[in-house]
């Protein structure tokens, strides 16, 4: 690890690691003066956090410092993703900050928000699900995720798991019309007639002349319930 550090000095996978091993060791303590010195080097000093770590590192207890110095290996993490090339080989490395960083930081929403977001733009569903929750409602663009993942439960038959997504994405953003159109569907395949109304009706309030709107039509007629077109 200081061999690590030594090649990569802003590697916040090393950093996290030589904490952990020093704590492991009862010598965790140890760590500040190495991370006062690194956190006042670029690309450690422009972390946002770094005030408010160099603050609790003042403590002189790595217990009290941790969850500010988690914050700026977050930011630190999430930065490197940022800046690495576009490309396949870069994708595993880049997928591995992101993640780290939302686990450093989950109250922080820009680290399980961008974790989400790639996941679910790889496809891969089951990964990006963990970091939603920790998403804090009214953060812009969480309902959106909140229905693609939801969308995907739907498609795989997983409508248990979708349901409450989709409810949880129209209570963040009543005006997100896919939302509703999907929270009828689920509600639909679980046997609950009057939510599938309810939500189809949403659908329909806000979006009259789309595509889908004819067949949210056709659905609510054959549920006893005909809205017809404004």
Sequence with gaps: ?????????????????????????????????????????????????????RTAMASGRLATARPAIHRVLAEVALGQAGAL????????????????????APGWPEAPLAAARAFQGRARWAEAAPFLPLIPRGTPGRARLFVEQ??????????????PRLEEAVRDDPALAAGWFYLGQAALAMGDRNG?????????????DTPPADQVRRVLATLGSTPSRP
């Design 196 to 208: 599938a109304r309810r939500a189809f009706g949403r659908y329909l309030a806000l979006e009259p």
């Design 150 to 163: 939801a969308e995907a439960d739907l498609r795989d038959g997983r409508i248990t798991p979708a349901r």
């Design 1 to 53: 690890l200081e061999h690590a550090l030594v090649l990569d000095p802003a590697s916040p996978d090393s950093w996290l690691a030589l904490i952990r091993l020093q704590e492991a060791a009862g010598s965790g303590d140890a760590s500040l003066s190495r991370l006062e010195t690194a956190f006042s080097r670029s690309p450690f000093g422009e972390a946002a956090s770094i005030s408010a770590a």
């Design 85 to 104: 090339p576009d490309n396949p080989e870069a994708d595993g490395r880049r997928l591995h900050l992101l993640r780290l960083a939302a686990t450093l």
